[in-house]
């Protein structure tokens, strides 16, 4: 540019031996510090975006194996069974609803805020406290959900009810294959739904 | 009455430093890159407010998308390289020495064993076609079962690295069974804990959840 014959004095020539034009060691950087910013926000890009997909939740899972009177140790007092259905409709009932002659009275919600789900969970965590507090259940014992997805569920809302535990704090909480009873349940209050 | 003289500054400004910094910065986030490996499908993962990161080794992947197909994948090229041999040999799957590699390069795999030979053996957009048509891994709730292919590649990753940390990438429409057959597979195998990898959301304001932790930790 400019700058690179600035050093010697023109063209002139005063005979004798021709002297070596004398070059500046100046180079514009300009466009190449241009190419550097150019390549750096690519690659700032690049990298913050596929940041955010690498999330992930611990899902702890009972053995399948356990005998019988293990896997039925839930209390009725602190369970609240969750049952995923078609639609994103959430039915739930207190109990893990194993007395046969005095079924539970189940419900239908979902996963809309406030009045959804999230509501259900808290009531029944209070409720478990206020158990707690008057003595009738013991110290160590927690709220248990038990969730069981319908074959018509959707993996959304699977993540969503297990996100539900994390954000309503539900430490113990397992998720259960979906029982003939349990489908019956929903059959039962959709219909009863169906005539309102 | 002479005005002094302002001396006539150059505009030229030396570009040395700047240029330093940008390629030093750029050097950094050539290096910090990791690109996104190229997926067969395309998977719109359920929001969650977990927060645990991803590690970046040892990850075994498996993808459901919408329609329920299921995809797998091993992180690391040698990982990769045992697996498809001991598959090779356990199978009879008749794979050559460029179709292992093929493997061992390539991204996850969503074909049956039968087919595989075949799928390795053509070049990149046939696979990518095959990719969109493919049925995916043939899952089953039992590990017993002989069609449960996944529950076979899901052990012979795992004799490969025991580290292997399983992580399940589905599609939030895709239906619950198809994710409960892996889990089930995954139970089969005794693997109780694995991880769900999905976006976040922000953590809902009232909740236990939104508590600062020295209340929430009870």
Known sequence: MAELDTSSGGGHKKGGVKKAKKLSTRIDLTPMVDLGFLLITFFIFTTTMSKPKTMEINMPFKDENLKKEDQSKVKESTALTILLSKDHRVYYYEGIGSDATNPPKVEVTNFKNPGGIRQVIIDKKAKVEALIRSGSLGATDKTTVLIKPDYNSTYDDFVNIIDEMSINGIQVYAIVDISPVDKEFIALTEAANAGN | MSRPKIARKSTFIDMT???DVAFLLLSFFMLATKFKPDEPVVVVTPASISQVILPDADIMLITVDAKGRVFFSVDN???????????????GLGL??????????GGSIGTPFNQIKGYL??????????DKTTAGVPTDTSVNNPDNELAMWIRSARNNNPKLRICIK??????????QK???????WKIFKFNLITNLKAVPAGTFAA????????
């Open chain 2, 211 to 218: 508590q600062p932790a020295s209340t929430a930790a009870k």
């Open chain 2, 77 to 91: 090229k040698n990982i990769r390289k045992g697996l498809i041999q001991d598959m090779n040999e356990y199978k």
């Open chain 2, 96 to 105: 050559n020495e460029t179709e292992m590699n093929s493997f061992a390069i």
């Open chain 2, 170 to 179: 589905a599609d939030g429409e895709a239906a619950y069974p198809s994710v």
């Open chain 2, 121 to 130: 053996d053509a070049a990149p957009e046939a696979r990518a076609a095959y």
């Open chain 2, 17 to 19: 430093a700047m240029c």
């Open chain 2, 182 to 188: 892996i889990i089930a597979t995954l139970a089969g």
